[in-house]
Structures are given as structure tokens and as C-alpha cells.
């Protein structure tokens, strides 16, 4: 059975630009969160969606957006990129909601933002 | 402000000695604490969870403790192995805190022959 799985691994983009990232979750699984995670950093929770709606939202600022479509894949999406959005962004996959669910991480998209 | 801290920030080791990861934190109410090893570019892969009633919790040569009174966890691991150069992460979430987890910022632990 396949784990979770993003795309694309490596990405380049400039500064200014829109970036979408996409995340496939584990069979079966209705949540995907969404982190960022700047180098020597622990993940940040940016969102979480359930059944296709946001059931949770980090400290991030309004150009990042995600949506979760009908089979439970989901995308992020990141306008007028910064320096500081260069990241390794992970995807982690759950059954349900809710902080007792495992979650399962994707191995992640490397996003260099020049 | 919830928060998790760990330490040591970074560790070197001998192959087949043991060492001890420690995290506090701030999360309140607490609802559950996992341990999670990260190779380098990959995603996290749990090792451990614990609620507010277990004290410990074992997974081969992993094993985590709680002290839920003092808001502290360790990662014991035994008889290092060259794979278990990684780094480790503690996470905990809240009862309060809707679907948010709180990464530490990680230990990073090298093994050597």
C-alpha cells in the first residue's frame, strides 16, 4: 500500500512568483495537513483539512491557501513567494481529525525560493 | 504561549552506546506527546505516542518517558546502530488546541563507528 505521497520532490521558483505543492494521502484517509519546515526547524502547521474543509489554520500569512478536492488529495498554494518561504514542505495524511489521529508524512517537496 | 523545547540541540555518538533525548514544554492542557525520527530530507516516521496517563512507552530500542506534572519526555535509545542517525523530534498537542501539533525544533543525533 502506498504511503503518502507529494509533488513535486524539488522545486525552483523567484521571488514574486505562485507556487502550487500536491499531496496524495494514504488510501482511506480523509485529513491532510500541511507544515513548512525551514532548515534546522521543526515543522510548522500551516493547515489541516478534513472531508474537504479547513479544520485548522497556523500562523501564516494570507498568500498561502490550500483546498482538499472530493478524493482527499489536497494542494497548497503559495502567492508572491519570499526569500523565506524556501522550505521543505510536508504533507501528513490521517484517518479523522483530531490530535489523537496518527499521522503519516509524505517525504516532503523542497521549495528554493532565489 | 505554547511551546516545546528540546535538547540537546545536536549529539555524537559511538556505535552501540546509549543516549538520552529530553523535551519540555508548555502545551496546557496536555492531551498527548509523540516522538518522531527524521532522516535527512525525508518526512517524520512516529516512533512514540503517550497520553496523560502512560508514563512510558517502549518501541524495540526506543523507549519514551512522561512526566505529565512536570511537563517533560525523554527518548532513550539503546545500543545505538549507524541507522539511528537522525534527527528527533518531539511533538505535543493540547485539549484546547484544536487540530495543532507542536513540533520541537529537534534533536540532531549522529552515530560513528
Known amino acids: 500500500d502506498a504511503g503518502v505521497t507529494q509533488s513535486p520532490t524539488h522545486l525552483i521558483k523567484t521571488r514574486g512568483q505562485h507556487v502550487t505543492l500536491r499531496c496524495s494521502p494514504i488510501?482511506?484517509?480523509?485529513?491532510v495537513s500541511w507544515y513548512q519546515q525551514v532548515l534546522g526547524q521543526g515543522p510548522q502547521f500551516i493547515f489541516q483539512?478534513?472531508?474537504?474543509?479547513?479544520?485548522g489554520r497556523g500562523n501564516f500569512p494570507d498568500r498561502f491557501s490550500a483546498r482538499q478536492f472530493p478524493n482527499y488529495s489536497s494542494e497548497l498554494n503559495v502567492n508572491a513567494l519570499l526569500l523565506g518561504d524556501s522550505a521543505l514542505y510536508l504533507c501528513?495524511?490521517?484517518?479523522?481529525?483530531?490530535?489523537?489521529?496518527?499521522?503519516?508524512f509524505g517525504p516532503g517537496t523542497r521549495l528554493t525560493v532565489l | 504561549k505554547n511551546q516545546v523545547e528540546q535538547s540537546p540541540q545536536s549529539l555524537i555518538i559511538l556505535e552501540g552506546k546509549n543516549c538520552t533525548l529530553q523535551?519540555?514544554?508548555?502545551?496546557?492542557?496536555?492531551?498527548?506527546l509523540r516522538w518522531y525520527k527524521q532522516d535527512t530530507g525525508r518526512g517524520p516516521v512516529s516512533l512514540t505516542i503517550?497520553?496523560?496517563?502512560?508514563n512510558t512507552k517502549s518501541n524495540g530500542r526506543y523507549t519514551a518517558t512522561l512526566d505529565a506534572d512536570t511537563k517533560q519526555s525523554s527518548l532513550h535509545i539503546t545500543a545505538s546502530q549507524l541507522s539511528d542517525s537522525a534527527s528527533y523530534i518531539c511533538?505535543?498537542?493540547?485539549?484546547?488546541?484544536?487540530?495543532?501539533?507542536?513540533f520541537g525544533t529537534g534533536t540532531s543525533l549522529t552515530v560513528i563507528p
Open positions: 501528513a495524511s490521517s484517518l479523522m481529525t483530531g490530535v489523537y489521529n496518527e499521522q503519516f
Open positions: 488510501s482511506g484517509h480523509k485529513s
Open positions: 523535551c519540555n514544554y508548555t502545551v496546557s492542557p496536555f492531551s498527548n
Open positions: 503517550m497520553t496523560f496517563s502512560e
Open positions: 483539512y478534513y472531508e474537504k474543509e479547513e479544520r
Open positions: 511533538v505535543v498537542s493540547g485539549k484546547n488546541t484544536g487540530n495543532q501539533f507542536y
